[in-house]
């Protein structure tokens, strides 16, 4: 009788999801126009709106008639009711409303007060509208490239610029997505960034809420939602991506939900290049319970559970290879991909080659002159700083897994790339924001985001006007 019920109910969800897909679907097409498209699977092409609309009703009549009550209706409010009342998704949609609307607010005000450099042209622009054209900034323009032309290579501009240096989750979503929302591409980017920004910090709520308490929690998501550099997850970027897919890989995998974690680090490997990194940091989550590490005292079953979560812990390192497979198909070299940020000035000079360039500077110049005249990489140097600094606490507080995380994003970017984009790296770097959640006293809490959000405004006025933060 149970396993009937089960069943049925199982029925009447899938009848209620049809039927919402096909009724919205028909409205979407209805104002839009609908859409023809390429995919992996064969082409798309849904031009009519009314018969998308007739499934949906029909397949809701036939849930009527199995399951009157509740009605479809009643269960999406009680759904939404629910899921509102949670307390990580009522604070993680006041801090995302708040905190990305005003980075758009402030980029505004920074057009039409201070206007653009003098000495810079706009590359590229979409809208004559400053607000609808908000988004059209730095590497928005490469996503773009790749949503709407598809991955480009061409070997005779080798030591160029090219579009396969940036990873295709993100893209693609932008795609596929914009095909309901009139292939206005741009604004489905922005879309996705906030909806993937509300959603890491519901999984960052709820993380830290386990480990900590509620208001340790709402510390930790208004800081890093306040953060200089969080500008950019209200931006047409794929920081917001790659901030939900971390956190919430490592939620699943500290939580034992295993298939959850290994989709979320899939995604994860396909969303930016350190994505794989990821993979590092949850091996020694995998390797946890086996320490200390005594052969002697471990059993079989102990090491068919570890070699389990390593497979899972591999997931991140799968999506590299999954899109270094299609690089393969496209240029002959499985990591053109990587080698294609030299273009971009990242080749590896060492941390030793950094550290003694910024000193040099610093020493010859003195630091007031190093911040006057050098300000993005002072402000950059300092977000490194800031975040390295975290590491010890971070370690003793919520573990070494975390630790490494930190780690394993900063070093290689900086031999790589030195101070380059530095910023948006430490961004998503969430343990040193559970840390601060937890370590700042409440009464100086409203200190620290102040100061946080006022440099934010400043990040987001240098962005939104062209300067070279990127």
Same mark, same amino acid.
């Given at each position: 009788?149970?396993? /009937? ?6 029925? $009447? ?5 049809? +039927? ?26 849904? &031009?009519?709106? !009314?018969?998308?609309?007739? !499934?949906? %009703? ?25 899921? @509102? ?13 708040? #905190? ?30 400053? !607000? ?15 949503? $709407?032309?598809?991955? =480009? ?22 795609? @596929?997505?914009?095909?309901l929302l009139g292939r206005e591409t741009m604004w489905t980017g922005v879309l996705i960034s906030w909806l993937s920004f509300f959603g890491a910090l519901v999984y %960052? ?7 900590? #308490?509620?208001d340790a929690a709402f510390a930790t998501i208004t800081l890093i939602a306040s953060y200089p550099f969080a500008l950019f997850f209200s931006a047409a970027y794929t ?8 956190? +919430? &890989? ?17 995604? +994860?490997?396909?969303? /930016? ?14 390797? /946890? ?27 991140? *390192?799968? *999506? ?6 299609? !690089?393969?198909?496209?240029? *002959?070299?499985?990591? =053109? ?10 080749? @590896?000079?060492?941390?030793? +080659?950094?550290?003694?360039? =910024?000193?040099?500077? $610093? ?26 600094? #975290?590491?010890?606490?971070? @370690? ?21 790339? *030195? ?12 343990? #040193? ?25 400043v990040c987001a006025g240098l962005f939104f006007t062209w300067r070279p933060l990127f």
């Open positions: 009788m149970l396993q /009937r019920a089960a069943l049925v109910t199982a029925i $009447i969800r899938l009848f209620d999801l049809v +039927a919402l897909v096909g009724v919205l679907l028909g409205l979407t097409v209805y104002l839009t126009g609908g859409f023809r498209e390429w995919t992996p699977l064969g082409r798309l092409s849904v &031009t009519s709106w !009314i018969r998308p609309l007739v !499934i949906g %009703l029909v397949v809701l009549g036939i849930r009527h008639w199995l399951q009157p009550h509740p009605s479809l209706v009643a269960r999406v409010v009680q759904n939404c009711s629910l899921a @509102y009342r949670a307390p990580a998704v009522r604070a993680a949609l006041a801090v995302t409303i708040g #905190t990305r609307t005003a980075v758009f607010l402030v980029g505004f005000l920074a057009i039409t007060l201070f206007g653009y450099r003098a000495d810079v042209n706009v590359p590229w622009r979409l809208h004559t509208n400053e !607000i609808l054209n908000l988004p059209a900034r730095w590497d928005t323009g490469w996503y773009l490239g790749v949503a $709407i032309d598809g991955y =480009q290579w061409s070997p005779s501009r080798i030591d160029e610029q090219q579009n396969i240096a940036f990873f295709p989750a993100y893209p693609m979503l932008m795609r @596929y997505g914009s095909l %960052l709520y709820r993380l830290a809420r386990e480990r900590f #308490t509620d920081e917001s991506l790659f901030l939900l897919t971390m956190v +919430a &890989t490592c939620y699943h995998f500290e939580r034992r939900e295993w298939w959850k974690a290994a989709m979320w680090g899939l995604v +994860a490997g396909l969303s /930016r290049p350190n994505g794989c990194l990821l993979s590092v940091m949850l091996a020694f989550m995998a390797v /946890r319970p086996l320490w200390p590490f005594r052969p002697r005292t471990l059993g079989l079953t102990d090491w068919q559970h570890a070699a389990g979560r390593l497979a899972i812990a591999a997931a991140p *390192g799968v *999506g590299m290879l999954v899109y270094s497979t299609y !690089i393969y198909t496209l240029t *002959g070299n499985p990591l =053109q991909w990587a080698a294609q940020n030299a273009a971009w000035g990242r080749v @590896y000079r060492g941390l030793d +080659a950094l550290v003694s360039d =910024q000193a040099l500077r $610093i020493g010859d110049h003195g630091l007031y002159a190093y911040a006057a005249t050098r300000t993005t990489d002072a402000m950059q140097l300092v977000a490194v700083l800031f975040v390295l600094a #975290t590491v010890w606490p971070v @370690y003793r507080r919520i573990g070494l897994p975390y630790a490494v995380m930190i780690l394993v994003n900063i070093l290689p970017p900086l031999m790589m790339g *030195g101070l380059m984009s530095m910023g948006r790296v430490t961004a998503v770097l969430f343990p #040193t924001f559970l840390w601060l959640g937890l370590a700042i006293p409440p009464t100086h809490r409203p200190m620290w985001i102040a100061v946080f959000a006022m440099l934010q405004a």
